[in-house]
């Protein structure tokens, strides 16, 4: 097993070239002398003021002369620089003078060359001198050969002495166990300077706090997404997510904010993926401009995920452009998110052809959604056989949304029974749609007792149509509680229906008013009136009558005469009845009565007695006859009594 450190990999030769190697040995090569064995992963500290070839020259000629340390550095230059051939024969000399860093060295030439047991032998001798280094370096090779027990004891010399990447190689082993000292040693390496464990610290506190937040139960963020009030697929191309991980909502705790300080210090040491944790982090807490900045960072070190977010902030902040760009990036490097949301954006611009190939690409990625968003690209193109392909696709996957579009398909097909079982997998999966529309089926079927089950489940997600139906159900069973909570939700959420409803609710517990009193003062709206309003401004028919009622009640005339006149427009006969009695008590009863006959024509009984009247009133009595018959014909009981009288005596005016 190969240890993956953050920039210390012991490199096999043959495997790798040379260049390679010699980047890997510089951070085990030990500076001659050091007599705490510190890696030295710089030029000679003389190297200030001399340049290399001066401090080569001097050390070679002291080496000749036998002196041990400039025999050992002269080594650890030319190993270095690549020279094995040169550096063995002074690293030999020294070490056989018991020189401990040349020891190490010797052992990172011999490792390069492939001889692993010999390098390991000469480590050993370092490591027992002291040699924090050669203890690092011997206790990876210990666990490259699966020999974790000694792998860990030298690991931990090395990290016991202060050595950075022997503290990061320590806690790396010990969290492939799961032991819960893994993390002193990452914040060991992480204090002095070490950039990969101080990313990892901050991961691992962040997934502390954010279990803390969340509880041992809780399965993360829940989706909400809008109803539909009819079984129809929601939601448009899966986008990518700013955050890299799901963070906990609220106030920050003690362990959110140290992980914040560890990303941002391992973001600042240039380490890529802590500048992605970091983006996230800014990005959910609204702090965007600086948000961007470490996107930007991690893009332009290759990171294909802080590529696709920037995207996505450019795009929120109005700049399409320049979010195509860092999306084209992304999803060049196989960013699936990024792919998508080029899909979507070709899409939107009616670009199909194009949207197609980077959703084909997001799939290719491995990104599910990719399979979704086709489907749903065919679907609007009226290309159901594909769609259907699409979506199966995906909800093999395990796409719940695409499983819920999946089973509307084949319910719109007339395929109840197969379009049920994948409503059920989308809903268990968490579909909130998949839950409000198996209440549907249900529902269809008469089945309410298992309908509102769904309906429930999917209003408790937030579904606003769902809590819709709770309420109504809730209603009918007498329950005005639970009808108000759940109506109340609805309204919230955007039902004029709902919103309605909750106000016929409140309306019928408010006070008789009593008489009108002339010259009194207007009274102040009621909450039912506001939901009435709410409503009526949504353009629903009945409270925009309700509305014109209260305001009538009030004295507000004109604001009465508004909402009639909008309802009657739409279609609503009571609208138009109510218009025309309000138009008649104002002496305009020509146009009053052009509302009455709209209101009539369309079916109401009161509107066809008051025409009756109007003709009678005016001598036209075969006319007046005729809307009496109408009258008669619509009822309710009472207008069909007085229609009928009415009708009887302009009878017997016509044969007088």
């Known amino acids: 097993m190969v240890f993956m450190g953050d920039r210390a990999t012991l490199l096999e030769t043959g495997r790798f070239v040379q260049r390679h190697a010699r980047n890997a040995a510089d951070e085990i090569i030990e500076a001659a002398g050091a007599v705490d064995a510190a890696v030295d992963t710089t030029a000679e500290t003389d190297a200030d003021s001399e340049n290399e070839t001066e401090v080569e020259a001097r050390h070679r000629r002291a080496a000749e002369r036998g002196d041990l340390a400039s025999m050992s550095a002269l080594g650890a230059l030319l190993l270095r620089r690549g020279d094995l051939d040169g550096a063995e024969p002074y690293l030999r000399g020294a070490t056989a003078e018991g020189d401990r860093a040349a020891a190490n060295n010797l052992g990172v030439l011999l490792h390069q060359r492939g001889y692993a047991e010999e390098a390991a032998g000469w480590w050993r001798v370092a490591a027992v001198a002291g040699s924090a280094p050669a203890a690092h370096a011997l206790g990876r090779h210990h666990r490259e050969r699966g020999d974790e027990p000694a792998a860990e004891y030298w690991l931990r010399q090395a990290a016991e002495q202060g050595h950075a990447l022997g503290a990061y190689a320590l806690a790396d082993l010990l969290e492939h166990r799961s032991d819960v000292g893994a993390e002193r040693w990452l914040r060991a390496a992480a204090e002095q300077g070490h950039r990969e464990a101080a990313y990892r610290l901050a991961l691992a506190l962040e997934r502390r706090a954010t279990e803390t937040t969340r509880g041992p139960h809780d399965t993360g963020t829940r989706l909400r997404a809008p109803g539909t009030g009819a079984l129809v697929p929601t939601g448009a191309a899966a986008t990518a997510q700013g955050a890299a991980a799901v963070r906990p909502v609220g106030e920050p705790g003690a362990e959110s904010t140290e992980a914040e300080q560890w990303f941002r210090q391992a973001a600042a040491r240039g380490h890529r993926r802590a500048a992605l944790h970091l983006g996230a982090i800014l990005e959910q807490r609204g702090e965007l ?76 990625a491995g990104d599910v959604n990719g399979a979704y968003n086709l489907g749903l690209l065919c679907a609007a193109q009226d290309r159901i056989p594909q769609a259907e392909q699409w979506y199966r696709r995906a909800a093999y996957a395990g796409h719940r949304e695409a499983a819920n579009a999946l089973a509307v398909l084949l319910l719109q097909a007339g395929d109840a029974n197969g379009a049920e079982p994948w409503f059920s997998k989308a809903a268990e999966a968490g579909s909130v749609d998949a839950a409000f529309n198996l209440g549907i089926l249900h529902a269809g079927r008469g089945d309410d007792r298992t309908a509102l089950v769904w309906y429930e489940r999917a209003a408790a997600a937030g579904h606003t149509e769902a809590a819709l139906q709770v309420g109504i159900a809730a209603l009918r069973d007498g329950d005005e509680r639970t009808a108000e909570r759940h109506l109340r939700c609805a309204a919230g959420g955007g039902s004029a229906e709902a919103a309605f409803r909750l106000a016929s609710v409140l309306d019928a517990r408010r006070p008789d008013p009593g008489p009108a009193v002339l010259g009194a003062s207007r009274e102040e709206k009621t909450e039912c009136e506001e939901w009435y309003e709410r409503a009526a401004q949504q353009g629903h028919r009945r409270a925009q009558v309700r509305v014109g009622m209260l305001a009538a009640g009030r004295g507000d005339l004109a604001e009465a005469d508004r909402w009639y006149r909008e309802a009657a427009e739409a279609g609503s006969r009571n609208g138009a009845f109510n218009l025309g009695l309000l138009l008649a008590r ?59 009288r009415l009708s009887e005596a302009l009878h017997q005016e016509l044969t007088a």
């Open 289 to 364: 401009k600086e948000a961007g900045r470490w996107y930007l960072s991690s893009a332009k070190e290759g990171e294909a995920k802080a590529a696709c977010a920037l995207g996505f902030l450019l795009r929120d902040a109005g700049d399409e452009e320049s979010a195509a760009v860092w999306w084209l990036r992304a999803a060049q490097d196989g960013d699936g998110n990024a792919a998508n949301a080029l899909g979507a954006l070709h899409a939107a611009r009616g670009e199909q052809q194009t949207a197609e190939r980077w959703y084909r690409a997001a799939m290719d």
């Open 586 to 644: 104002e002496g305009s009863e020509r146009e009053a009565a052009l509302w009455w006959t709209r209101a009539a024509r369309a079916g109401h009984g009161r509107a066809a007695l008051r025409l009756a009247l109007l003709a009678a009133r005016r001598g036209e009595l075969t006319e007046g006859r005729r809307w009496c018959a109408r009258a008669v014909e619509l009822g309710p009981a009472e207008v069909a009594e007085r229609a009928a």
